[in-house]
Structures are given as C-alpha cells and as structure tokens.
C-alpha cells in the first residue's frame, strides 16, 4: 500500500515534469546555431531557404558569439544543431560529458599563428632559441592547441619557457612592447596587429607539410540524431549542395556577406582562407578508422586536460550521417 | 590516507551530513534556549545584545553545508551510491526507444506521419497556387501542376490503409507485441544475473574524468541494461519499416519522369533569364517535396496504433519498475536527472555547476599536493609551498644592473684558450645579477603565496602613502583643495578599466598587477583617514591647545587616535575589494596566482576547480578579517565610545 502511494506520487511528479519538458519537441521546427562574421557558402542555401525546403520544417537559424554558448543552449534543449562550432568547444562539452555528437566538418582554415618578435633573429630554422624566452599563449583555445602543435614539430622544448595566459589583443600588444618574445594570436584584428611587429613561426606551407590545421564541426545533439535521422541527411545534403555550388562569384559573395554582416572585401579575404570539404573528401580524410577528426579531437583534448583519454571523444565522432 | 578517503566520498559524506544535520537541531534547541532564558534587560538596538551566539554560527554553516550537500546531489550520493548508475540505465533504455516514440505521439501531440501529411499538402497548396501565377510557359505550368496533383495522389495512396500490404503490418505487430512481451519482462525475477568484473572494477560515482559508470554496477541495473538492447535491436527494425504499397511505387516512378523530363527540358524554354531561374526553383521546390514523400516512412492512420499502446504500456512499465528510484530520483537527484552521452553518464541540473562538497575537498588536495611530479599543483606550480632560494638571487633583485654598468669600465672577453675568466667588474656583475652562491634560504612560493604577495604589497603601499594624505586632506586647505579632484576623479573609475593601459605601461610582471590592486586600496585608504581625521570634534582639539600642545602633539596624540577606527575600517574594506581584483589583475598576464586558475579553470568550465579557486579566496578573505577584528579590538578599545 505505502509503495503504491510513494508510485503515485513519483509518477504524477514525472509526469508533470515530462509534459512540461518535452511537449514542445516534436520535429515541427530545427533549431541551428551559428556564427555571424564568419562566411561560408551554406548561407546562401540559408537565405534562398533551401534548408526549410529540403527538411521540409521550419528551419530557426540563432547566432552565437562563441562554441560555448552554442554547447550551453544545446545542453538546454534550444539548439539541435550547431553549425560551424569550433573544434575545442566541441571537445571541451565531451570531456564534460554533453551528449553532443560531431557529425561532419563544416570549415579547414589554416591553424593559429605564433608570432616572433622581429628582430630576435628566430624563425624555424633556428627555433630552439626560443627555450627560455616568454610566450603569450591564451591558454585552453585552438591557439594554445597550434602553439604545442608547432614547438611539438620544431622540437622546441616548451617546458623551458616562462608560458603567460594573455587574451590575443593583450598578447598583441605585449608582444609590441616587447615583454613577451612570442605570441599566439587568433581573431583578426589582433592577429594583424601582431603581424606589425613579428613574424609567424611556421608559414603556411610549412603547416600543411606537418599537418597542422584547424576545422570547425557540424554538431548535434545525440537526441536529434537518434530521433530525426532524415532531418540531419537533408541537413547535411543541402550544406553539401550549396558547397559545391560554390563559385566565389561576385552575386555568391555579396549574398554571403549582407548575412554574415561584413562587407565584400572582408568577406573575400576571410572565405579565401577557407576549404570546404565535400562528404566524399570528409569520410576519406577525417572520417575514415585513421581520420583526422578522430586524432585532432584527442590532442586537442590532451592540451585541455593531461589526463584525458582520446578513445572516449572518437566515440562521438560519427560520420555515417554524410552518405 | 587520502586515497582512501579519497574513494570512499560517499561513506565520508554520508557521515558528515548527519553531524550537519545533527549539529543545525542541536544549535538551534541551544539558540533557542538561550533566548527563552535571558531576562530581556537590554534595549533594542544595544551593540551589547550581538555579543556571543557561537551556536547560531554553528547553526549558519551546518544550513549553508546541507544545503550545498542537497543540490549538489551529495545527498543522493551520500545515501544511494546506486541510483545514478541505475538511472544511467534507465537513460538507456530511454535513448534506444526515442526513435519509436519519435514517430508516435508519445511526449508530441501529432503522429509523424500526420505532420509529414500535413506539412507537405500545406507547402503543396501553396506551391500550386505560385505557380498558377507564373503563367509564362503554360506548358511547363500544366505540367508541374500535373505533377503536383501526382505528389498528392502518392500521398492519398500512401494513406490507405486498404494498400498496407500483408508484411508490413506482420512486421508492426511483431513490433507492438515484442515491446509488450519487453514490458513484461520488468515484473520478472533479476537475482539471478552476475554482475560484471568490468562493472565493478569502474570508478565510483565522481571520483574520475567519467563522472557516472556506465556499466551497471546493480542486478536491476544488468535488467534496464539488457533491455535497453533488446529495445535498441526493435528500434532498428523500426527504423527500416516502409510502407510502399505497389500503386503508390508505379506512381512515384512515373512523377520521378516526369520531373526528370521537366530538369531536361528547362534550357529548351524560350524564357527570359529571371522567369527561367524562377521556373528552376519551382521544379527544384517540387522535387525536394517529392523526395521527403518517396521515403516511405507515411503510414496509414490507425495503423501505428497499437504501437502506442504497447510503447505507453512499456514506458508505464518502466516507470512502474523504478519504484523507489524514481522516488530518489525526483527527491534527491533535483534538476533534469542523468543524462546519457555517448562516452558517458552526467548529471544535469544543479549538480552540474555545483560540485559536491567532497569533490571540491578533493580537488583541492590534490591542488594542494606539492609533489608536481605526482599530478600536484597546478600547471607545474604548487598551491602553496616552500623552495631553497639563493641568497645571491635576492641581493640580485634589489640590486639593479645598472649600478654595475655605471661603475665598469670594460667587461671581459673570453680567452684563446676557449676559456673565460671574469674580471673584477664580471664578478660585480654576478653579484648584481645575482649569480653568486651565498648560500641558500628556505622561501615560500606557490599560487596562493603569489596572490598574497600582490595584495600585501599593494595593501602596503596603499596604507603608506593613503593614510598620511588622507589624513592632511583632513585638516589642511592645500592638501584638501589640491588633491581632492585628482583623487574624486579617479576613484569611482573600475579596477578593470585601468587594465589595457596597465599592460602597456607596466609590462607582464607583477608590478602592473600590483599596481592595479594599489589604486584600488589607495583610494579606498585615503578617504577613509580624511574621513576619520576631519571628523574629530573641535572641543578636543581646543582642549589639547590650551593645555598647551604643538601641532605635531595634536597631530599625534588628538587627530590620529580619532582617525584610526575609520583607518583601520578602510583597511578591512580595501583587502575585502583587492581580493576582488585579483581575478581581473591576474587576468591581464597570467602566470601564477588563484586569480590565473580560475581564469583558466573557466576556459574548460571545469567547475571543480572554479569552487575550488573561489573557496581558496573566501577563505583567505575571512582570514584576513579575522586578524583585523583582532588588531581593531586591540588598538582602538575606545571605538564607538567616544
């Protein structure tokens, strides 16, 4: 009797708690995050609303300012996918835990550059002299990831060196000041900034010789996945389509930059440092039993946390969506 | 030692919250003794009425603690080590039927095949309705038209149930009946199961990078687990169920024609380039319909029925199976409960942000473990520990080199033999640079003693040169007129604002953020002591004159006295605001500091470490508050009695 009663309550709780939950979540509309300033082709197939046509639901695009808040909103239930999240968010949300899932590569871009003070006299030929200087690094980003990737190549030992957490704009500006020797640098303006007064470690050829580079992942949630499988395919097939339709003709650019918010020539210069596989390219190179999703995935995590384990962030990784 | 405890979180917790939950009843029986027995003899609003009442403290911190225990589902893992491992179970068996209930109205109101309808004779309609305006090419109009009149016909054809052919429906009982045989299965005896080597040999619940185990570590846990596979297998044969009765494939063959035919003949059109693109859109528009029609996965209405019948009854089932659990759950595990991903269980909700009180205690052991080698510290830097410094480097700091520069003459250079020997001056050199052995000393260092050192200097600085300005702004004319719009000017300005001049002008070195944390308590001191020294009552300074002091004597024995309880006040406020600033100093070039591990700490949202960090300065706050209640007590026994 008293087990019947503690049941009734429980299950009214539940109940209660679920159709105030759940109600709300059939398929009628997809929620998708994504970046302003950050130009891509699928923005024409977003405006043309070529992604409500071919899911056939109404397709809400929200604009994120960084892969965080895009992780936090899909943990709350807002974002079913996340289109163009960075790669070291995405990682971070699974060594927390968050049942994300990357599904496909949406942008390779060249890999955050390092910058030497000019008039040290190093660049990669002479990198060990670096041991014992001071680098500004903002530590945990994909510029923290790039730094260890490059001292990693160069056989510098990083160790030796006195490591400062700075923001890219402060690291700029200290690396004009010339109280650090080095600085990582992402973002723009800071970078270019940067630029003024030294010169990247590694140039861009020397990064794709060693393979250095980074990507930003399409990512669902592991519930859209499971229950609205067609809905990610049609998602997947339109990027695809508007990826290789892409000309970079000037009626394409124009269109892409009025929705990313830039102007032309910013948007020219931005997407001309973009490569956007196609699915076939995706399962052979990142994909694939020895991808690079897999294995950039797991140093990355390795930069995060010394203890992490990489076979667990492979698990989510799943490109079977693509086909 | 630790190890031990280390893994025995829950036992320990389980232990402290029941000398919590002890000590709150007994404090505040006693409190409330107390009160019941004193004569009320004071007045409202006597300072003397606050003095004792340690039991209510007592009381403060076991609510605080239960609190905390509570949320961050301490509690639950306390007293049901089991349940989230179980409930990760039960999130299994959830994930493995969504792809049922996706299509049922099981937590939505339409079945999917109704919305898909639904959707796609609404978006139909409307295309028809475009393209009748489009009336530029008739013939390609007639013929989209036709072909939109097909895509709905394919769908009446899809929707009766007279086509459902004699498999499919076979294969939807088989399907209802085997999620009613599963739903029976949970009334059955689960004794007999063995639980896994690997199940036990996972770590407890929040002791490592996986926060919940994943394999079940209980017999009912080994039920929900097997079941969730076999639920996976039927979902998958779920999945593959289409309907395509053989009327509804001659028709989609022939639409998939005529829509071929259409691509091909757009370039023969003899429109303009506007009207042609629009036509391609329209045709484009109508396949895209026709693909989501061809997928097979619109049933007929009625036939999914018993699907959700026998997918309620299961869910029923599951819930009912739960009993106690889902008890524990809503009770215990407050928030949105486990959740499953694929490399492991969380918890979300509160837990989530709030890590246990025991976890934290963890954390900060293994924080506090100065064997670096030995994962202690943090990023190759102790807590707070102590290291063998060389003298010579400390004469070498306040030494400056450029004394030695002033005095030499010419530096040595190296010899042929490929040797070098120093000089008189490169031995001076050495001295300045501090490269010398004088032996060495034992010196605190760590993250801890980094942040401690910023405050204290910049506390150091701010009472030195604060007080006595502050002091003559209080009675001189110059001082308080010429100074009073420099300091009102940059005192209400925020720390932080300071921070990207602070970095070009100082540099990465400690003297910016020192420097930024000065500004902070100068203000805050300089007010204070004018505030104390202008407040002091003429009568007593009149007094002391005519009793015949100098200034110097009046300064000294009259204005200072009165002055201090507003100083040392200003004291107790400006450490309070600096351990305020820290974070943001810190912030600016992070080497060291507990400022720099939060900041890092926040880049991965590791929780652990922010409580961690923010307990760290809690407590060194409190402890600097402790000492200046003391020191106030001490020195100025006369305050708030004068």
């Given at each position: 009797m008293k087990n019947n009663f503690k049941n009734l309550i429980g299950s009214s709780l539940l109940a209660c708690a679920s159709a105030f939950g759940t109600i709300?979540?059939?398929?009628?509309?997809?929620?998708?995050?994504?970046?302003?300033?950050?130009?891509?082709?699928?923005?024409?197939?977003?405006?043309?609303?070529?992604?409500?046509?071919?899911?056939?639901?109404?397709?809400?695009?929200?604009?994120?300012?960084?892969?965080?808040?895009?992780?936090?909103?899909?943990?709350?239930?807002?974002?079913?996918?996340?289109?163009?999240?960075?790669?070291?968010?995405?990682?971070?949300?699974?060594?927390?835990?968050?049942?994300?899932?990357?599904?496909?590569?949406?942008?390779?871009?060249?890999?955050?550059?390092?910058?030497?003070?000019?008039?040290?006299?190093?660049?990669?030929?002479?990198?060990?002299?670096?041991?014992?200087?001071?680098?500004?690094?903002?530590?945990?980003?994909?510029?923290?990831?790039?730094?260890?990737?490059?001292?990693?190549?160069?056989?510098?030992?990083?160790?030796?060196?006195?490591?400062?957490?700075?923001?890219?704009?402060?690291?700029?500006?200290?690396?004009?000041?010339?109280?650090?020797?080095?600085?990582?640098?992402?973002?723009?303006?800071?970078?270019?900034?940067?630029?003024?007064?030294?010169?990247?470690?590694?140039?861009?050829?020397?990064?794709?010789?060693?393979?250095?580079?980074?990507?930003?992942?399409?990512?669902?949630?592991?519930?859209?996945?499971?229950?609205?499988?067609?809905?990610?395919?049609?998602?997947?097939?339109?990027?695809?389509?508007?990826?290789?339709?892409?000309?970079?003709?000037?009626?394409?650019?124009?269109?892409?930059?009025?929705?990313?918010?830039?102007?032309?020539?910013?948007?020219?210069?931005?997407?001309?440092?973009?490569?956007?596989?196609?699915?076939?390219?995706?399962?052979?190179?990142?994909?694939?039993?020895?991808?690079?999703?897999?294995?950039?995935?797991?140093?990355?995590?390795?930069?995060?946390?010394?203890?992490?384990?990489?076979?667990?962030?492979?698990?989510?990784?799943?490109?079977?969506?693509?086909? | 030692m630790f190890e031990w405890l280390s893994d025995n979180r829950a036992l320990v917790a389980s232990i402290i919250i029941i000398l919590c939950l002890l000590s709150f009843l007994v404090t505040v029986l006693i409190g409330l003794r107390a009160n019941f027995i004193r004569p009320d003899k004071e007045v409202f609003g006597d300072p003397e009425r606050t003095k004792g009442g340690w039991y209510w403290a007592i009381c403060g911190i076991s609510a605080l603690l239960l609190i905390w225990f509570y949320f961050s589902w301490g509690v639950g893992r306390a007293y049901f080590p089991d349940a989230a491992n179980e409930m990760c179970q039960v999130a299994k068996i959830e994930e493995a039927i969504s792809p049922i209930t996706a299509s049922l109205p099981v937590n939505s109101r339409y079945y999917k095949s109704t919305s898909l309808v639904k959707r796609n004779i609404e978006q139909l309609d409307e295309l028809a309705r475009e393209i009748r305006l489009f009336d530029y090419a008739p013939d390609q109009q007639s013929q989209l038209l036709a072909v939109i009149k097909d895509i709905e016909n394919i769908l009446a054809s899809l929707s009766n149930p007279a086509f459902l052919k004699a498999e499919t429906q076979k294969e939807i009982d088989f399907i209802s009946n085997e999620l009613i045989f599963l739903a029976e299965k949970f009334d059955q005896e689960y004794l007999s199961f063995v639980i896994s080597s690997d199940a036990l040999l996972q770590d407890p619940w929040g002791t490592s990078d996986v926060e919940i185990p994943m394999l079940p570590q209980t017999k009912r846990g080994i039920m929900y687990d097997q079941m969730s596979l076999d639920v996976k297998s039927l979902s998958k044969r779920f999945l593959k169920l289409r309907h395509f009765p053989e009327i509804s494939k001659v028709l989609i063959e022939e639409t998939k024609e005529k829509l071929t035919d259409l691509k091909n003949g757009l370039d023969e059109t003899s429109l303009d380039e506007v009207n042609q693109i629009k036509l391609a859109g329209f045709i484009k528009y109508t396949d895209r319909i026709f693909k989501r029609v061809d997928d097979g996965n619109i049933f007929p209405p009625g036939v999914l029925e018993e699907v959700t019948a026998s997918s309620n009854y299961f869910l029923g089932q599951l819930d009912e199976s739960k009993g106690t659990l889902a008890l524990i759950d809503i009770f215990f595990l407050p928030g949105q409960g486990v959740v499953k991903s694929k490399t492991q269980c969380t918890e979300q909700g509160s837990a989530r942000w709030l890590p246990k009180p025991t976890d934290v205690v963890a954390k900060f052991v293994v924080l506090a473990n100065p064997n670096i080698e030995a994962g202690g510290g943090y990023k190759g830097f102790p807590l707070l520990w102590w290291e063998w410094v060389s003298i010579g480097n400390l004469v070498g700091f306040f030494v400056p080199d450029i004394f030695v520069d002033l005095l030499v003459e010419n530096y040595s250079e190296h010899l042929e033999s490929g040797t070098f020997e120093p000089n008189f001056y490169d031995k001076m050199l050495f001295f300045a640079q501090g490269e010398l052995n004088l032996g060495y000393i034992p010196f605190p260092n760590g993250h801890i003693w980094d942040s401690l050192v910023r405050v204290i200097v910049a506390m150091f600085f701010g009472i030195i040169l604060g007080v006595p300005l502050g002091i003559y702004m209080g009675i001189s004319k110059f001082f308080k007129s010429f100074f009073d719009p420099l300091i009102e000017l940059y005192r209400p300005v925020p720390p932080l604002a300071w921070a990207p001049l602070i970095l070009t002008i100082f540099g990465i070195q400690d003297d910016g953020k020192i420097f930024l944390l000065f500004m902070v308590a100068f203000a805050i001191m300089v007010i204070s002591a004018r505030t104390g020294a202008s407040g002091t009552q003429l009568s007593k300074i009149r007094a002391s004159h005519s009793l015949g002091a100098t200034n110097g004597q009046i300064l000294r024995y009259v204005i200072l006295p009165n002055a201090l309880p507003e100083i040392l006040t200003g004291v107790r406020i400006s450490i309070g605001v600096c351990w305020g600033t820290l974070v943001a100093a810190e912030m600016l070039a992070g080497t060291t500091g507990v400022g720099f591990i939060e900041n890092v700490a926040r880049t991965v949202s590791d929780y652990e470490l922010i409580w961690v960090t923010i307990l760290i300065m809690g407590l060194l706050g409190l402890f600097f508050d402790i000492v200046m209640r003391i020191l106030i007590a001490r020195l100025i026994p006369w305050r708030g009695k004068g």
């Amino acid at each position: 009797m008293k087990n019947n009663f503690k049941n009734l309550i429980g299950s009214s709780l539940l109940a209660c708690a679920s159709a105030f939950g759940t109600i709300a979540n059939a398929a009628d509309s997809v929620n998708v995050a994504f970046f302003l300033e950050w130009a891509t082709p699928n923005q024409i197939a977003k405006v043309d609303k070529a992604y409500d046509e071919a899911m056939g639901v109404d397709v809400n695009w929200t604009d994120f300012s960084t892969g965080t808040g895009m992780t936090e909103a899909m943990l709350a239930g807002d974002i079913d996918i996340a289109y163009s999240q960075g790669l070291s968010p995405f990682v971070t949300a699974i060594q927390q835990g968050a049942p994300l899932k990357m599904v496909a590569v949406a942008v390779v871009y060249e890999a955050n550059d390092c910058f030497v003070r000019d008039g040290l006299g190093i660049d990669s030929s002479n990198a060990s002299e670096l041991e014992g200087k001071t680098v500004a690094v903002p530590l945990n980003t994909m510029a923290d990831y790039a730094f260890r990737m490059y001292m990693n190549e160069l056989n510098v030992d990083t160790s030796t060196m006195t490591i400062v957490d700075q923001a890219p704009a402060d690291g700029a500006v200290s690396l004009a000041d010339g109280s650090v020797d080095m600085a990582c640098i992402f973002g723009g303006a800071s970078a270019k900034a940067a630029g003024e007064v030294g010169s990247p470690i590694m140039s861009t050829q020397q990064k794709t010789d060693a393979g250095i580079g980074s990507f930003d992942v399409i990512s669902v949630t592991e519930k859209f996945a499971t229950e609205n499988p067609e809905l990610l395919r049609a998602f997947l097939e339109v990027t695809e389509e508007a990826n290789s339709n892409w000309t970079a003709s000037d009626s394409q650019i124009a269109k892409v930059a009025a929705d990313a918010g830039m102007d032309v020539s910013t948007t020219k210069n931005q997407m001309a440092g973009f490569i956007f596989p196609t699915a076939q390219e995706q399962m052979d190179g990142f994909f694939g039993p020895e991808g690079i999703a897999a294995s950039a995935a797991a140093a990355l995590g390795l930069v995060f946390s010394s203890d992490s384990d990489g076979s667990a962030i492979a698990k989510t990784i799943d490109g079977s969506f693509l086909n | 030692m630790f190890e031990w405890l280390s893994d025995n979180r829950a036992l320990v917790a389980s232990i402290i919250i029941i000398l919590c939950l002890l000590s709150f009843l007994v404090t505040v029986l006693i409190g409330l003794r107390a009160n019941f027995i004193r004569p009320d003899k004071e007045v409202f609003g006597d300072p003397e009425r606050t003095k004792g009442g340690w039991y209510w403290a007592i009381c403060g911190i076991s609510a605080l603690l239960l609190i905390w225990f509570y949320f961050s589902w301490g509690v639950g893992r306390a007293y049901f080590p089991d349940a989230a491992n179980e409930m990760c179970q039960v999130a299994k068996i959830e994930e493995a039927i969504s792809p049922i209930t996706a299509s049922l109205p099981v937590n939505s109101r339409y079945y999917k095949s109704t919305s898909l309808v639904k959707r796609n004779i609404e978006q139909l309609d409307e295309l028809a309705r475009e393209i009748r305006l489009f009336d530029y090419a008739p013939d390609q109009q007639s013929q989209l038209l036709a072909v939109i009149k097909d895509i709905e016909n394919i769908l009446a054809s899809l929707s009766n149930p007279a086509f459902l052919k004699a498999e499919t429906q076979k294969e939807i009982d088989f399907i209802s009946n085997e999620l009613i045989f599963l739903a029976e299965k949970f009334d059955q005896e689960y004794l007999s199961f063995v639980i896994s080597s690997d199940a036990l040999l996972q770590d407890p619940w929040g002791t490592s990078d996986v926060e919940i185990p994943m394999l079940p570590q209980t017999k009912r846990g080994i039920m929900y687990d097997q079941m969730s596979l076999d639920v996976k297998s039927l979902s998958k044969r779920f999945l593959k169920l289409r309907h395509f009765p053989e009327i509804s494939k001659v028709l989609i063959e022939e639409t998939k024609e005529k829509l071929t035919d259409l691509k091909n003949g757009l370039d023969e059109t003899s429109l303009d380039e506007v009207n042609q693109i629009k036509l391609a859109g329209f045709i484009k528009y109508t396949d895209r319909i026709f693909k989501r029609v061809d997928d097979g996965n619109i049933f007929p209405p009625g036939v999914l029925e018993e699907v959700t019948a026998s997918s309620n009854y299961f869910l029923g089932q599951l819930d009912e199976s739960k009993g106690t659990l889902a008890l524990i759950d809503i009770f215990f595990l407050p928030g949105q409960g486990v959740v499953k991903s694929k490399t492991q269980c969380t918890e979300q909700g509160s837990a989530r942000w709030l890590p246990k009180p025991t976890d934290v205690v963890a954390k900060f052991v293994v924080l506090a473990n100065p064997n670096i080698e030995a994962g202690g510290g943090y990023k190759g830097f102790p807590l707070l520990w102590w290291e063998w410094v060389s003298i010579g480097n400390l004469v070498g700091f306040f030494v400056p080199d450029i004394f030695v520069d002033l005095l030499v003459e010419n530096y040595s250079e190296h010899l042929e033999s490929g040797t070098f020997e120093p000089n008189f001056y490169d031995k001076m050199l050495f001295f300045a640079q501090g490269e010398l052995n004088l032996g060495y000393i034992p010196f605190p260092n760590g993250h801890i003693w980094d942040s401690l050192v910023r405050v204290i200097v910049a506390m150091f600085f701010g009472i030195i040169l604060g007080v006595p300005l502050g002091i003559y702004m209080g009675i001189s004319k110059f001082f308080k007129s010429f100074f009073d719009p420099l300091i009102e000017l940059y005192r209400p300005v925020p720390p932080l604002a300071w921070a990207p001049l602070i970095l070009t002008i100082f540099g990465i070195q400690d003297d910016g953020k020192i420097f930024l944390l000065f500004m902070v308590a100068f203000a805050i001191m300089v007010i204070s002591a004018r505030t104390g020294a202008s407040g002091t009552q003429l009568s007593k300074i009149r007094a002391s004159h005519s009793l015949g002091a100098t200034n110097g004597q009046i300064l000294r024995y009259v204005i200072l006295p009165n002055a201090l309880p507003e100083i040392l006040t200003g004291v107790r406020i400006s450490i309070g605001v600096c351990w305020g600033t820290l974070v943001a100093a810190e912030m600016l070039a992070g080497t060291t500091g507990v400022g720099f591990i939060e900041n890092v700490a926040r880049t991965v949202s590791d929780y652990e470490l922010i409580w961690v960090t923010i307990l760290i300065m809690g407590l060194l706050g409190l402890f600097f508050d402790i000492v200046m209640r003391i020191l106030i007590a001490r020195l100025i026994p006369w305050r708030g009695k004068g």
